[in-house]
């Protein structure tokens, strides 16, 4: 299928976001999920998100209203166990899932890499290309790699602490 924002589409988004509430547990009104994109049954997609094309979304994501999300964006919420030298780390099974969880009204550029367990808060921007290890503060502007903070959305420069 053509990508959602194509000239001609021939109802591709539409019909990607009557599959998307068919598939996930969760699934809010006038979501997008672009051509490519591989992604969990559970994960929660809230309402009126888009998912860029060819993104990875894994198993205990969850994705709050408004978030906009560009291209090949891939997310890990856990990894191979390697913590016994004695068997091939392919045999040796996978941690425990550590969820990601992308609060309300999130921009996350194109190819960016989310890890396991971080917390991306209101508002904030994850610039093009960054590898997310750290918590994001609402309203922040991180990028880089590792990410790191750049400016405050905020009047004043302002910073809000992260709430769990």
């Given at each position: ?21 068919l598939?996930?547990?969760?699934c ?7 051509k490519?994109v ?18 990875s ?36 099974g ?11 009204d ?12 971080i ?16 918590d ?9 790699n ?14 809000i602490?992260?709430?769990?």
């Amino acid at each position: 299928m053509p990508m959602s924002g194509s000239k001609i589409s021939f109802g591709a988004r539409r019909f990607r976001q009557f599959c998307a509430h068919l598939i996930l547990d969760d699934c809010g009104k006038w979501v997008n999920i672009d051509k490519g994109v591989t992604f969990a049954t559970d994960i929660k997609l809230g309402e009126g998100s888009g998912i860029g094309a060819n993104c990875s979304i894994p198993t205990g994501v969850s994705i709050g209203d408004h978030v906009m999300m560009g291209i090949d964006i891939l997310m890990f919420t856990n990894e191979h166990r390697h913590d016994d030298i004695t068997v091939p780390m392919g045999l040796q099974g996978r941690t425990e899932v550590q969820p990601i969880v992308i609060e309300d009204d999130v921009w996350i550029g194109s190819r960016s890499l989310i890890m396991k367990g971080i917390r991306i808060g209101h508002g904030a921007i994850i610039a093009a290309g960054s590898v997310v290890t750290k918590d994001v503060p609402p309203y922040e502007i991180w990028g880089g790699n590792p990410a790191r903070f750049l400016k405050s959305r905020l009047p004043n420069e302002e910073r809000i602490p992260i709430e769990q």
